[in-house]
Structures are given as structure tokens and as C-alpha cells.
């Protein structure tokens, strides 16, 4: 079945440093990914689409220039968070759509961010 | 614009107890329907889905019916294991299943005692 593999799964960032989070679709193309954050105890918050070879699509209030998005290529996409603050730690969860598929969305295991 | 309404939790059941968790919609066209399943620390899992109205997903025991008269997906397993503790979420995509974002509710956390 579709995999989508994440990466890092769990980092810790001093403040004012920047984080890359990796998202590969392992064994499939995606045309599309998804990024959410989620908040402790609180659902999915989509904060981007990300299409490949086009800049992403963001969600009302989420700072573009803060989280960059690059989908440079059909497996991967991958989130920059940058000038990381405290207020930045979450847990983010990205989700790809194989490309012409109709077999649904699959996500990734998540990465845990810390920023102290 | 879509939304989905979803039971608050927590919810604390012993184990062998019936389950249900009750999840409504609000969406233009026919949207297609999903609960996914969230272990401590993962990302979420495809637990059952339906795209049409009258529809039944299923799995590992869970079911939950597409309900148009009702706008409804409720979530339902007659006996709970402690291992289906988790947080579940129900969502929903738009009519055309190709690049539609998902939308979620707030997700309810599931605790069974032995």
C-alpha cells in the first residue's frame, strides 16, 4: 500500500534557528501534499497545500514566510519552519494523494517539534 | 464551506462495552466521508471511509454508515478492546476526490479500561 515517510520524528531547536521537515511518498507519486499542525489534545489544522513544481496554497493566517513549503519534485515535499519561537512547537503531520489516484489520502507518522 | 461536528470526548469505557461516536456534516455536493484512528505519538490512520450516500465502511470491527438524510457518520464497534484506545477523527473531502484538502473535526479520545 501507499507509505509516506517522515522525517525527523521528534526535534528539538534552539529559538531563532530554522527547521526542515522531510515528507517522501515511498512507493508512489503524489501530486499533492497536505500540511497540518496539530496542538496538544486539539484536531488537525491544514496549514498549506503544497502541489508539485508550483508554490504552495496556505490557509488564512498561516505566515507563508515563516513556514516555507517546497514540493520540488512528485515524493517529496518538504516544511521549513523559520526564525523557530517557542510558540512553533507542535506536532506536524503531512498527508499526500497518489497522483490519478482515487485511493484517499495517506499521512505520515507525524514530527514533534521543540523549540526552546 | 464544509465542516464536521464531532462527539466530544473524553470517553472511558470497559472493555467488551458497545461503542459509538457521533459525527455530522455540513458540506456542499456529496462529499466523501472518513474516520481516522491516531495512536499516541502517530500520525493518523485510514480507519474506514464511504463515498456515497447508504454507503457502509468497515474495519477491524468498526463501522459507520453515510447517512445524507441525516448528514451523519457515526462511528460504531459492538465490543471495544483496550487496544482501541485512541483518538479518532472523522473528516471529509469534497465531491472530487482528487486533490480536495480534508476536513476535520476536533477528534474525540477513546479510553478503554479492562
Known amino acids: 500500500g501507499a507509505v509516506v515517510s517522515q522525517h525527523p520524528s521528534r526535534v528539538i531547536c534552539k529559538s531563532g534557528t530554522s527547521v526542515k521537515i522531510e515528507c517522501r511518498s515511498l512507493d508512489f507519486q503524489a501530486t499533492t501534499m497536505f500540511w497540518y499542525r496539530q496542538f496538544p489534545k486539539q484536531s488537525l489544522m491544514l496549514m498549506a497545500t503544497?502541489?508539485?513544481?508550483?508554490?504552495?496554497?496556505?490557509e488564512q493566517g498561516v505566515e507563508k514566510d515563516k513556514f516555507l513549503i517546497n514540493h520540488a519534485s512528485l515524493t517529496l515535499s518538504t516544511l521549513t519552519v523559520t526564525s523557530a519561537h517557542p510558540e512553533d512547537s507542535s506536532f506536524y503531520i503531512c498527508s499526500a494523494i497518489r497522483q490519478g489516484g482515487l485511493d484517499g489520502y495517506t499521512f505520515g507518522s507525524g514530527t514533534r517539534l521543540t523549540v526552546v | 464551506g464544509n465542516s464536521v461536528t464531532q462527539m466530544e470526548g473524553p470517553v472511558t469505557l470497559s472493555e467488551e462495552a458497545f461503542l459509538t461516536i457521533n459525527c455530522t456534516y455540513t458540506?456542499?455536493?456529496?462529499?466523501?466521508l472518513f474516520w481516522y484512528v491516531q495512536y499516541p505519538g502517530e500520525g493518523l490512520q485510514l480507519l474506514l471511509k464511504a463515498t456515497k450516500a447508504d454507503d457502509k465502511g468497515s474495519n477491524k470491527g468498526f463501522e459507520a454508515t453515510y447517512r445524507k438524510e441525516t448528514t451523519s457518520f457515526h462511528l460504531e464497534k459492538g465490543s471495544v478492546q483496550v487496544s482501541d484506545s485512541a483518538v479518532y477523527f472523522c473528516?471529509?473531502?469534497?465531491?472530487?476526490?482528487?486533490?480536495?484538502?480534508?476536513?476535520f473535526g476536533t477528534g474525540t479520545r477513546l479510553t478503554i479500561i479492562p
Open positions: 503544497s502541489n508539485e513544481g508550483s508554490k504552495a496554497t496556505y
Open positions: 458540506a456542499t455536493g456529496y462529499p466523501s
Open positions: 473528516a471529509l473531502s469534497g465531491s472530487n476526490f482528487g486533490n480536495e484538502k480534508l476536513t
